[in-house]
């Protein structure tokens, strides 16, 4: 039987172990019945003292009892056909003993570091929710509603500020609710007033996931029509404009172009923008190229090859689609779907360009500041193979330099092993969804700030929509729920059975 508690209800009180209590860890005997379930691992508990109160977390509970103590004992009475509880009154002497983690000392309105230890026989009780909500920094007015912290009705509502300011990673593995997750924020996101703040949101939306949203009514969401706006491409319609691209954005595009071809190809493209001013495509520069008495054979052939290969990925044309300008509004967000596209290197080159365009113009606050959520990020930005990987340069740069131009990212990817250490590592804000790969759970905790051990062990274990929240948008690590959907995409991917049976009609 589960019995719900009031917060600020009492739990327990502290006893004395062998190593405790300490200034960082102590346990207490957990109050209630045999069969009711009082406290649960993950929950916030407190203890008020004089110096302020102490906030600790429930890291493992231990059932006792001390007529099952001896193994030998309990055989001897089983041989008998008795069992225990006839003989003896064995529920009056079963408990819970509950060992914590302080997380903090909660004193005039902020947190300190703890400092002493509490004291054996103090009274345990549930955190309040609106200390926690301040212990914790969320915001009930403006923040973003995610979920229930784990196992408890408060709302996790992180402000925008300090889940995203820094940078946001989504890890898990396939089928642990990082996608389902990834809706709720968007949500979130699209239903904010002006006044509360709206970012501009572009999403590389490589399985076409998100498409849904375009089909949301304003109204649904309280909001206007001039407040709403989803955009939705596809990546076969996406054009990059060729007069645009300096050479050396070209030989990002390829591999192993050396500075000599780049020197190259730079002077042929500012002499074929003096001949046509008004915009050619890559098959111009071709054809320029190819008359070009001054190249040497070697260089001419392979710029020519490398010319020709971009060009059959009909990604390259005169005009720009979408114009980025137009597609980074205040709350709006625009769904780059390029589920179109088979072709890795086509999907390369689009974030690629994208990720250049973004931070180049808001470098020079061209755009509003925006957040770019990048699906399957292990694809564009891995930790090897950096030759395969066109868009990772440009990624690492916004990683690092884009706060301070409010240019953010939000990588998500289900293999961390294979996620770049650097990009990584400059995510402050992580959310951590089931894991059980032990070469992920080692990057992660390698590249991960804040997060324990038990933590970091507690994640193996995480429910379907359940995440372990870390960095600059908690005070400490916080086991999360996320909500339901608000709205439901439709022609959602069938079960492996369903896609028989429709198969086999």
């Given at each position: 039987?589960?019995?719900?508690?009031?917060?600020?209800?009492?739990?327990?009180?502290?006893?004395?172990?062998?190593?405790?209590?300490?200034?960082?860890?102590?346990s207490?005997?957990?109050?209630?019945?045999?069969?009711?379930?009082?406290?649960?691992?993950?929950?916030?508990?407190?203890?008020?003292?004089?110096?302020?109160?102490?906030i600790?977390?429930?890291?493992?509970?231990?059932?006792t009892?001390?007529?099952?103590?001896?193994?030998?004992?309990?055989?001897?009475?089983?041989?008998?056909?008795?069992?225990?509880?006839?003989?003896?009154?064995?529920?009056?002497w079963?408990?819970?003993?509950?060992?914590?983690?302080?997380?903090?000392?909660?004193?005039?309105?902020?947190?300190?570091?703890?400092?002493?230890?509490?004291?054996?026989?103090a009274?345990?009780?549930?955190?309040?929710?609106d200390?926690?909500?301040?212990?914790?920094?969320?915001?009930?007015?403006?923040?973003?509603?995610?979920?229930n912290?784990?196992?408890?009705?408060?709302?996790?509502?992180?402000?925008?500020?300090?889940?995203l300011?820094?940078?946001?990673?989504?890890?898990?593995?396939?089928?642990?609710?990082?996608?389902?997750?990834?809706?709720?924020?968007l949500?979130?996101?699209?239903?904010?007033?002006?006044?509360?703040?709206?970012?501009?949101?572009?999403?590389?939306?490589?399985?076409?996931?998100?498409?849904?949203?375009?089909?949301?009514?304003?109204?649904?969401?309280?909001?206007?029509?001039?407040e709403?706006?989803?955009?939705?491409?596809?990546?076969?319609?996406?054009?990059?404009?060729?007069?645009?691209?300096?050479?050396?954005?070209?030989?990002?595009?390829?591999?192993?172009?050396?500075?000599?071809?780049?020197?190259?190809?730079?002077?042929?493209i500012?002499?074929?923008?003096?001949?046509?001013?008004?915009?050619?495509?890559?098959?111009?520069?071709?054809?320029?190229?190819?008359n070009?008495?001054?190249i040497?054979?070697?260089?001419?052939?392979?710029?020519i090859?490398?010319?020709?290969?971009?060009?059959?990925?009909?990604?390259?044309?005169?005009g720009?689609?979408?114009?980025v300008?137009?597609?980074?509004?205040?709350?709006?967000?625009?769904?780059?779907?390029?589920?179109?596209?088979?072709?890795?290197?086509?999907?390369?080159?689009v974030?690629?360009?994208?990720?250049?365009?973004?931070?180049?113009?808001?470098r020079?606050?061209?755009?509003?500041?925006?957040?770019?959520?990048l699906?399957?990020?292990?694809?564009?930005?891995?930790?090897?193979?950096?030759?395969?990987a066109?868009?990772?340069?440009?990624?690492?740069?916004?990683?690092?330099?884009?706060?301070?131009f409010?240019?953010?990212?939000?990588?998500?990817?289900?293999?961390?092993?294979?996620l770049?250490?650097?990009?990584?590592?400059?995510?402050?804000?992580?959310?951590?969804?089931r894991?059980?790969?032990?070469?992920?759970?080692?990057?992660?905790?390698?590249?991960?700030?804040?997060?324990?051990?038990?933590?970091?062990?507690?994640i193996?274990?995480?429910?379907?929509?359940?995440?372990?929240?870390?960095g600059?948008?908690?005070?400490?690590p916080?086991?999360?729920?996320?909500?339901?959907?608000?709205?439901?995409?439709?022609?959602?991917?069938?079960?492996?059975?369903?896609?028989?049976?429709?198969?086999?009609?």
């Open positions: 039987m589960t019995t719900e508690y009031p917060s600020a209800a009492r739990l327990g009180t502290v006893v004395c172990t062998d190593t405790g209590p300490n200034v960082m860890e102590f207490f005997v957990v109050e209630g019945g045999p069969n009711e379930i009082v406290a649960r691992r993950g929950d916030f508990i407190s203890i008020v003292t004089e110096n302020g109160t102490v600790a977390r429930v890291q493992e509970l231990v059932r009892n001390r007529y099952y103590q001896h193994a030998e004992a309990v055989r001897e009475y089983q041989s008998r056909g008795e069992p225990l509880r006839s003989i003896f009154p064995t529920d009056r079963q408990y819970t003993v509950a060992k914590t983690r302080v997380l903090g000392l909660w004193e005039n309105g902020k947190t300190v570091r703890p400092y002493f230890a509490v004291s054996p026989g009274v345990v009780r549930r955190t309040d929710e200390t926690l909500v301040s212990f914790l920094k969320l915001d009930k007015k403006d923040g973003l509603n995610l979920g912290l784990a196992y408890q009705t408060l709302e996790f509502m992180p402000s925008v500020s300090r889940l300011s820094k940078h946001l990673a989504i890890l898990a593995m396939s089928g642990a609710g990082k996608s389902y997750f990834v809706s709720v924020l949500e979130e996101l699209l239903s904010r007033k002006k006044n509360q703040g709206r970012l501009s949101v572009v999403v590389i939306d490589v399985h076409g996931e998100y498409s849904y949203l375009k089909d949301i009514k304003p109204k649904d969401l309280g909001l206007s029509e001039k709403f706006s989803v955009e939705h491409i596809r990546g076969s319609h996406i054009q990059i404009p060729v007069q645009s691209l300096q050479a050396e954005a070209i030989g990002s595009l390829v591999a192993d172009m050396s500075s000599i071809q780049i020197r190259d190809l730079r002077r042929v500012s002499e074929i923008r003096e001949t046509m001013p008004s915009g050619y495509n890559i098959a111009d520069i071709v054809s320029y190229v190819q070009d008495d001054t040497s054979k070697n260089t001419k052939d392979a710029l090859s490398w010319l020709i290969n971009l060009d059959e990925t009909h990604l390259f044309g005169r720009a689609t979408p114009d300008h137009s597609i980074v509004k205040p709350g709006k967000i625009t769904l780059i779907d390029l589920s179109d596209f088979i072709s890795l290197k086509k999907k390369q080159i974030v690629s360009h994208l990720a250049n365009e973004l931070l180049s113009l808001r020079r606050e061209e755009i509003p500041p925006f957040l770019f959520i699906e399957e990020a292990h694809q564009f930005c891995p930790e090897s193979r950096h030759e395969l066109l868009p990772k340069s440009r990624i690492e740069t916004i990683a690092r330099e884009g706060r301070k409010h240019a953010l990212l939000c990588l998500i990817s289900q293999r961390p092993v294979k770049s250490t650097t990009v990584l590592s400059q995510c402050s804000n992580q959310a951590i969804f894991c059980t790969n032990p070469y992920d759970l080692e990057h992660i905790g390698r590249s991960s700030e804040g997060i324990d051990r038990p933590s970091l062990d507690a193996t274990t995480l429910e379907i929509g359940e995440a372990l929240f870390i600059e948008t908690v005070s400490v916080t086991f999360v729920k996320i909500r339901p959907r608000k709205f439901e995409p439709s022609g959602l991917f069938p079960s492996l059975i369903e896609a028989v049976k429709k198969a086999d009609r």
